[in-house]
């Protein structure tokens, strides 16, 4: 299977018809259907590393502010079990917890109801130590290759350039790409960078472009990339979509590897 890195943006992404979520449901029709998604989302951060292992993973809305119909949202894929303790048994970095408690939140339903709209392919979130550094996300991503050659889509979900605080809110529904001018010169590096598979200068972030800081003020919503560049094999070649950035400080670009 390819790995995806997909920028999710706002949470009205999960239910609106444009142009990121008809790309997502195009993608599910041109790679293989998996046995099993897994989701590393950039809104389960947690002390060690967890993964969902029940049975059916309830949809969870960590959100607030927006309209009744996105908190109506129900998306009742299956979890799967099995599949949460041997991905435990692959991981040697940590000993992950099978969690019976979280969910899915809005970093994955809100991209897989549009990919998989019948719910039928399970999917199971994997947590962010957010006490550990890029490097051993980076590390503990590569251990989850296995998964790989067993039909498993893994799949990053976050925003290279993510910066709240001071998005343009007048811009946010603009048909045309709107990032003010660092955020488009970074996040041009970010795809250079990966382009050239400098994944070093990526784990390293800090220190990739003066603007990191105003793009990456905390890193919950880069690691999800750092975990899908972990599992970039040498064949592996990056290509990217839905390469926008909206409201002035968020990127939606996203990547496909393999």
Known sequence: MPVLFVGHGSPMNGILDNEFSQYWSKLAQEIPTPKAVLCISAHWLTHGTHITAMDFPRTIHDFG??????FD?????PGDS??????KSLIEKTDVVLDNDWGLDHGTWSIVR????????????LSIDYNKSAKY???????????????VLIMGS????????????????????YGFDWANDLNQVFKNKIADGDHS???????????????????????????????????????FFNDKAVAGSITMTSVRFG
């Open 158 to 177: 976050g925003n290279m350039v993510h910066n709240l605080r001071i998005m343009d809110f007048s811009k946010m529904n603009d048909t045309e790409s």
């Open 201 to 239: 200068s990526l784990i390293n972030y800090d220190s990739l472009h003066e603007a990191a800081r105003l793009a990456i003020p905390t890193p919950d919503h880069y690691y999800p990339l750092i975990y899908t560049l972990g599992l970039q094999s040498k064949d592996d070649e990056a290509s």
């Open 73 to 77: 949202v129900d998306y009742p894929a």
């Open 65 to 70: 502010g927006f309209p009744k119909d996105l």
């Open 82 to 87: 099995l599949l949460a303790a041997a991905t």
């Open 114 to 125: 549009h990919m998989y709209p019948n719910a039928d392919v399970p999917v199971l979130q």
């Open 137 to 151: 996300h980076y590390e503990l991503a590569a251990e989850l290759s296995k998964l790989r050659e067993h039909g």
